[in-house]
Nanobody, 121 residues
Framework: QVQLIESGGGSVQPGGSLRLSCAASGSFFGIDDMGWYRQAPGKQREPVARISSGGSANYADSAKGRFTISRDNAMNLVYLQIDNLQPEDTAVYFC???????????????WGQGTQVTVSS
């Protein structure tokens, strides 16, 4: 069974940094795009960043400049580095991944359970 497990969240003061990790496990053929979303209290889940299997990254406007997405294809990991954290970054951060269970053109989208990031002084 394919699973995505996030880690690295926590409570930090404004200006601090965190690096979130998301590991894919289970039996599968390959991983296409991977990404991060976040959901703040009382708000809808919103995209943060995505990265292709070749390393091409895209960011939401709100994430440009302070967020960096990267991945380790050999280890089936995706990271999100967040610098200069601000209170408005407080949210549950979710990773997702388009995973091909078997060789072929079709993939399924999987989600992790989320990791909490809280920014306050």
């Amino acid at each position: 069974q394919v699973q995505l497990i996030e880690s690295g969240g926590g409570s930090v003061q404004p200006g601090g940094s965190l690096r979130l990790s998301c590991a894919a496990s289970g039996s599968f053929f390959g991983i296409d795009d991977m990404g991060w979303y976040r959901q703040a209290p009382g708000k809808q889940r919103e995209p943060v960043a995505r990265i292709s299997s070749g390393g091409s990254a895209n960011y939401a406007d709100s994430a440009k400049g302070r967020f960096t997405i990267s991945r380790d294809n050999a280890m089936n990991l995706v990271y999100l580095q967040i610098d200069n954290l601000q209170p408005e970054d407080t949210a549950v951060y979710f990773c997702n991944a388009a995973i091909r269970i078997r060789n072929g053109p079709f993939s399924n989208l999987y989600w992790g359970q989320g990791t909490q990031v809280t920014v306050s002084s």
